[in-house]
């Protein structure tokens, strides 16, 4: 799986938008970009994923660049509660030899009232 | 509910001792995973299972050891081996050629002392 990189840490406030970047400039034309959140002390949460085309679901909106060598989350309208580590990982779909699944560190984002 | 769960979540043993933390699903997923985090530190892979009787080492196995008897199940076993075994771990599984995202247990608080 291609490797990822993210800012440590990242501040927004409450009510704006959280726009938070991801670097994967090695990334594969059949890997996918997956976006998970940790919230202290708990299980990571998946959030969207996307291949080339920006996506919109419930919880936030993907941007990936037109070359796919990084892609932007966006929280429309943060609320303290999406204080959280954010995970950016890309990996092949599908099974066979692709189920290893492995994560960074993350952007601890943080959000102030 | 379908779900992933892990117990307890809080444990405590004396150095030296092995101890198995428990991950069920009821997913109906094929591949199952278990990580290591310690403060401040993002998700670190220690084993993954892609099948009923079939486990890979992930980048951290060493003082661990697990076993997948039954797809539902994949335990994993501190030995007195590993040299640091105080950590949070998570277990998570999921869908294999149906390629569902990653779902995660509650995690494991795992304190040595």
């Known amino acids: 799986d291609a490797k990822t990189t993210q800012p440590t840490s990242m501040d927004c406030a409450e009510g704006r938008a959280a726009n938070l970047p991801c670097n994967h400039s090695?990334?594969?034309?059949?890997?996918?970009v997956y976006w998970y959140r940790q919230i202290h002390s708990q299980g990571p949460q998946y959030i969207i994923h996307g291949l080339k085309n920006n996506e919109t679901n419930e919880m936030a909106s993907l941007i990936i660049t037109e070359d796919r060598k990084s892609s932007t989350l966006i929280l429309p309208h943060a609320t303290l509660r999406d204080t959280a580590v954010y995970y950016c990982?890309?990996?092949?779909?599908?099974?066979?030899?692709?189920?290893?699944?492995?994560f960074g560190k993350g952007t601890l984002l943080t959000v102030n009232p | 509910d379908g779900g992933i769960t892990q117990s307890p979540k809080y444990l405590f043993r004396k150095e030296g001792q092995n101890v198995t933390l428990s991950c069920e699903q009821n997913?109906?997923?094929?591949?199952m995973y278990w990580y290591r985090q310690d403060p401040g530190q993002g998700l670190r892979l220690i084993y993954y299972?892609?099948?009923?009787?079939?486990?890979q080492k992930g980048d951290i196995a060493e003082g661990y050891s697990v076993s997948r008897e039954k797809k539902e199940s994949f335990p994993l076993t501190v030995t007195s081996a590993q040299k640091n075994p105080t950590a949070f771990y998570l277990c998570?599984?999921?869908?294999?050629?149906?390629?569902?995202?990653?779902?995660f247990g509650q995690g494991t608080r795992l304190t040595v002392v």
């Open positions: 990982i890309v990996r092949v779909r599908g099974g066979g030899s692709n189920y290893k699944l492995t």
């Open positions: 299972s892609q099948i009923v009787n079939d486990f």
């Open positions: 997913l109906n997923h094929d591949a």
């Open positions: 090695t990334i594969s034309g059949n890997e996918y």
């Open positions: 998570a599984s999921r869908g294999g050629w149906k390629d569902t995202e990653a779902f």
